[in-house]
């Protein structure tokens, strides 16, 4: 009998989920891939057939009691997952965990003790680890006994120099755990599998990704491992986000406590939700919305959130020593070539030449968009986090080390 692997990424208010079927002759192919959103107000529960076809679209009902709510929607995801199994039975569950901290560089199946370690690290990433941590715990009371795997954001990037780590910080702060960790690694990591083919020689090389989504960072490659990377403690750090502010000079942290008066949950809630593409246009923290928007300020927020880019791609590229492939994905670096165009002609400096053309097309999948003779290759390729969860997932029940999974 054949079995299949849930992928899960839970947010605050939807979880994202993907089905795989885990032949062992066969690899992995995708099945399904759905969501169920508005948990906590009307749950509804919407999955896609592999060529994007919806299988499922309805509202499912839960009790008004939150407690329960994740619990209830995880029945109906599972109800509707044995409906459509086909003769596969579910093997394990594989989620993306934001935070591992300092303890673990592997992905890991679940017990108590590891549960319990993983929510000590929930004020590092109070707006998913908490989500995260909640679906594996709902899913151990609907379907106790089955195996859960973490698979985590900040692993990726546990090959790089202390220096790329370290904050010049008292030894007994930086000993304490409080240092750079980097997060989006299951994104890297599945971008650096899918180099070679595309990039040949120069996969190998110095490379920089720019995953430009929701939350955003970027990464510096060498040999296909982390170098560098934009995020650092938190997910607060780096570049300019939807939401978030990216970095900031601690003094004002320190100003708008001390001398604003704002309480910690304030201060939170300013620099997690209020702020980036949202704060700075007062439009949105959609990118989509905020491009289409002709105000000053949301002109304003798309030239921070280029300016931002091209000041870590100078740096990021300072730290390999130079640049030889610039790769953009997700939502924004993925769907928007305005952004793409703009990145790319600040980035004239280090030899980026793009083909207009090429950008511009309407097109899926990996592409080059630079000009033949553009000493940087710039690409865009979709990214996969749920299959590179799905990999780790399948080799943790195969009890298989995997650390930084590579193809080719
Ligand atoms: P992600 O978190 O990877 O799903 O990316 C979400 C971001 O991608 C949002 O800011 C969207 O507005 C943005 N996005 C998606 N499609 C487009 C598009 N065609 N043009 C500009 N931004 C887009």
């Given at each position: 009998?054949?079995?299949?692997?849930?992928?899960?990424?839970?947010?605050?208010?939807?979880?994202?989920?993907?089905?795989?079927?885990?032949?062992?002759?066969?690899?992995?192919?995708?099945?399904?891939?759905?969501?169920?959103?508005?948990?906590?107000?009307?749950?509804?529960?919407?999955?896609?057939?592999?060529?994007?076809?919806?299988?499922?679209?309805?509202?499912?009902?839960?009790?008004?009691?939150?407690?329960?709510?994740?619990?209830?929607?995880?029945?109906?995801?599972?109800?509707?997952?044995?409906?459509?199994?086909?003769?596969?039975?579910?093997?394990?569950?594989?989620?993306?965990?934001?935070?591992?901290?300092?303890?673990?560089?592997?992905?890991?199946?679940?017990?108590?003790?590891?549960?319990?370690?993983?929510?000590?690290?929930?004020?590092?990433?109070?707006?998913?680890?908490?989500?995260?941590?909640?679906?594996?715990?709902?899913?151990?009371?609907?379907?106790?006994?089955?195996?859960?795997?973490?698979?985590?954001?900040?692993?990726?990037?546990?090959?790089?120099?202390?220096?790329?780590?370290?904050?010049?910080?008292?030894?007994?702060?930086?000993?304490?755990?409080?240092?750079?960790?980097?997060?989006?690694?299951?994104?890297?990591?599945?971008?650096?599998?899918?180099?070679?083919?595309?990039?040949?020689?120069?996969?190998?090389?110095?490379?920089?990704?720019?995953?430009?989504?929701?939350?955003?960072?970027?990464?510096?490659?060498?040999?296909?491992?982390?170098?560098?990377?934009?995020?650092?403690?938190?997910?607060?750090?780096?570049?300019?986000?939807?939401?978030?502010?990216?970095?900031?000079?601690?003094?004002?942290?320190?100003?708008?406590?001390?001398?604003?008066?704002?309480?910690?949950?304030?201060?939170?809630?300013?620099?997690?939700?209020?702020?980036?593409?949202?704060?700075?246009?007062?439009?949105?923290?959609?990118?989509?919305?905020?491009?289409?928007?002709?105000?000053?300020?949301?002109?304003?927020?798309?030239?921070?959130?280029?300016?931002?880019?091209a000041q870590e791609l100078g740096s990021l590229a300072a730290?390999?020593?130079?640049?030889?492939?610039?790769?953009?994905?997700?939502?924004?670096?993925?769907?928007?070539?305005?952004?793409?165009?703009?990145?790319?002609?600040?980035?004239?400096?280090l030899?980026?030449?793009?083909?207009?053309?090429?950008?511009?097309?309407?097109?899926?999948?990996?592409?080059?968009?630079?000009?033949?003779?553009?000493?940087?290759?710039?690409?865009?390729?979709?990214?996969?986090?749920?299959?590179?969860?799905?990999?780790?997932?399948?080799?943790?029940?195969?009890?298989?080390?995997?650390?930084?999974?590579?193809?080719?």
């Amino acid at each position: 009998m054949n079995t299949s692997l849930l992928v899960i990424n839970s947010g605050s208010s939807s979880v994202k989920f993907a089905v795989y079927d885990a032949a062992l002759d066969a690899g992995l192919t995708r099945i399904a891939n759905g969501m169920i959103e508005g948990i906590g107000a009307q749950p509804r529960l919407r999955v896609w057939g592999p060529d994007g076809a919806a299988l499922e679209d309805r509202r499912i009902r839960v009790s008004a009691n939150p407690v329960h709510g994740p619990e209830e929607a995880f029945e109906q995801l599972f109800d509707w997952l044995g409906q459509h199994a086909n003769g596969r039975t579910l093997g394990a569950v594989g989620h993306r965990v934001v935070h591992g901290g300092e303890a673990f560089t592997r992905p890991v199946r679940v017990t108590p003790a590891i549960l319990a370690q993983l929510e000590g690290l929930s004020a590092l990433a109070p707006l998913h680890q908490p989500h995260n941590l909640s679906a594996i715990r709902a899913i151990d009371v609907v379907l106790p006994g089955l195996p859960q795997v973490a698979c985590f954001d900040t692993e990726f990037h546990t090959t790089q120099p202390w220096v790329a780590q370290a904050f010049a910080l008292p030894r007994h702060i930086t000993q304490a755990g409080v240092k750079r960790y980097g997060f989006h690694g299951l994104s890297y990591e599945y971008i650096a599998s899918a180099l070679p083919p595309h990039l040949g020689a120069a996969a190998n090389g110095r490379v920089v990704v720019a995953h430009l989504g929701n939350g955003a960072s970027m990464c510096a490659l060498r040999e296909r491992k982390s170098v560098a990377t934009t995020m650092g403690f938190t997910a607060l750090d780096g570049l300019m986000m939807g939401s978030r502010c990216g970095s900031l000079d601690p003094g004002v942290v320190l100003h708008l406590m001390s001398g604003l008066g704002m309480t910690v949950q304030a201060v939170e809630k300013l620099l997690y939700e209020q702020s980036g593409l949202l704060g700075v246009s007062r439009v949105s923290g959609d990118m989509r919305t905020v491009q289409a928007s002709d105000t000053p300020d949301a002109q304003q927020a798309v030239e921070l959130y280029v300016y931002r880019i091209a000041q870590e791609l100078g740096s990021l590229a300072a730290s390999l020593g130079g640049l030889d492939a610039l790769v953009f994905t997700a939502g924004i670096g993925e769907n928007s070539a305005m952004i793409r165009q703009r990145v790319c002609q600040d980035a004239g400096w280090l030899g980026v030449v793009l083909d207009e053309d090429a950008n511009e097309a309407p097109a899926s999948g990996a592409r080059c968009i630079s000009q033949p003779g553009s000493r940087v290759a710039v690409w865009v390729m979709p990214t996969n986090e749920e299959l590179m969860i799905a990999r780790h997932t399948q080799a943790v029940l195969q009890g298989q080390v995997m650390h930084n999974w590579r193809e080719g």
